[in-house]
Every structure is written in structure tokens, then in C-alpha cells.
T-cell receptor, first 114, second 114 residues
Framework: DAGVIQSPRHEVTEMGQEVTLRCKPI?????LFWYRQTMMRGLELLIY????????DSGMPEDRFSAKMPNASFSTLKIQPSEPRDSAVYFC????????????FGDGTRLSIL | AQSVTQLGSHVSVSEGALVLLRCNYS??????LFWYVQYPNQGLQLLLK??????LVKGINGFEAEFKKSETSFHLTKPSAHMSDAAEYFC????????????FGKGTRLSVIA
């Protein structure tokens, strides 16, 4: 079975540029989550979707961040304009509907903003 | 609000020794608890989950965890450490069910000494 697929795996760009991270969840999973991992703050939720609808975006740092899920098999996280403090590893995870279903994580995108 | 505390950011054990990674949770509702492992440059992989069907939960790679409500703990153990167990381990709790976002502990890095 294909797992959660994220692209790119690594992204290095200059401050002020637009960054787009992509995620393909596991087929049949109704929930999609975006997390960010940093040394200072650990793993924290940015936003999550259910059936392509954003449910909670309270973790999105500021208006520079936006996320979409146009269909059940694709989601994007966009940062515009990017800043050095956005440097982190961004993870996408998905899970099926059902009580106590675990989340399956992608390998992450390591983002460096210079 | 749910929270998780992992005691010890770094644990070092000898190969063949007992592994004990500590996790305490705070939850106003019966918790859904998980342990994940992260190998370098990879995403998080589920080790085990608490389902409320049994207080002792067995996971992959010989790991197990015991849910103790009176101590609000969910410690992870393995009787005999192997070199391949060296990784970062995260305890997590979800708000209501596995379909809701995870709140992670800060993680414990496990080193295994030959």
C-alpha cells in the first residue's frame, strides 16, 4: 500500500519567496492533518481537514500560511511570503474515519528559508 | 485541554538492557493515547495505541505500554534493547478520538550503546 506522499522532500529558498508543499493522503482516508516540527516547539498542528473541508486552522501561524484540499487525494500548504522562522519540517498525516484510528504520516518536507 | 509530558529528552541504554520511556498525560476525558517512533529523516511510525480494551498494549518491534489511569501514565517499555531501536519516540494524546489532532510530547531520543 502506498503511504502518505509528500513533496518535495527538501526545499531551500530565499526569504520572501512563495513556498508550496504538497501532500497525497492514503486512498480512502477522510482526515488530513498538517503538522510542523521544530526544535523549539516540537510537533504542533497547523490545520486539519475532514472530507476536504477545513475543520480547525487555529494552529496556522499567521495569514502568510494557507492550506487547501481541492479533492480527496491532494492537499497543499502554502507560505507567502516565506520568512526564516518558517524553517522547519512539515508533516502531512491522514487517517480513516472511525474511533481510535491512528494517523499515518508522510516522510515530511524539510524547509529552509534563507 | 489535553497535554503530554515525556520525562527525559534523552535516554541511553546498553544493548540488551531494558528500555523504559516515560509518558504522563493530562486529559479531561478518557484519553486516546499513542506512541510513535521517528527514525532520522523519516516520518512518524505508529508503535502502538491504547484502545481501552486492555491496559497492557503490545506494539511492533517488541514494544509495549501500560495504561495506568491512577498515575495518568502510559510508559513505553521493551525488555531488551537492540541497536536498531535508536530513534526519537513520541507519546501523543488526541482530543476526542483518533480522528482529531494529536497533541505530542517533546519526544525522547533513545540511544543504544553496544
Amino acid at each position: 500500500d502506498a503511504g502518505v506522499i509528500q513533496s518535495p522532500r527538501h526545499e531551500v529558498t530565499e526569504m520572501g519567496q512563495e513556498v508550496t508543499l504538497r501532500c497525497k493522503p492514503i486512498s480512502g482516508h477522510d482526515y488530513l492533518f498538517w503538522y510542523r516540527q521544530t526544535m523549539m516547539r516540537g510537533l504542533e498542528l497547523l490545520i486539519y481537514f475532514n472530507n476536504n473541508v477545513p475543520i480547525d486552522d487555529s494552529g496556522m501561524p499567521e495569514d502568510r500560511f494557507s492550506a487547501k484540499m481541492p479533492n480527496a487525494s491532494f492537499s497543499t500548504l502554502k507560505i507567502q511570503p516565506s520568512e526564516p522562522r518558517d524553517s522547519a519540517v512539515y508533516f502531512c498525516a491522514s487517517s480513516p474515519t472511525g474511533s481510535n484510528q491512528p494517523q499515518h504520516f508522510g516522510d515530511g518536507t524539510r524547509l529552509s528559508i534563507l | 485541554a489535553q497535554s503530554v509530558t515525556q520525562l527525559g529528552s534523552h535516554v541511553s541504554v546498553s544493548e540488551g538492557a531494558l528500555v523504559l520511556l516515560r509518558c504522563n498525560y493530562s486529559s479531561s476525558v478518557p484519553p486516546y493515547l499513542f506512541w510513535y517512533v521517528q527514525y532520522p529523516n523519516q516520518g512518524l511510525q505508529l508503535l502502538l495505541k491504547y484502545t481501552s480494551a486492555a491496559t497492557l498494549v503490545k506494539g511492533i518491534n517488541g514494544f509495549e505500554a501500560e495504561f495506568k489511569k491512577s498515575e495518568t501514565s502510559f510508559h513505553l517499555t521493551k525488555p531488551s534493547a537492540h541497536m536498531s531501536d535508536a530513534a526519537e519516540y513520541f507519546c501523543a494524546v488526541s482530543r476526542i478520538s483518533g480522528n482529531t489532532p494529536l497533541v505530542f510530547g517533546k519526544g525522547t531520543r533513545l540511544s543504544v550503546i553496544a
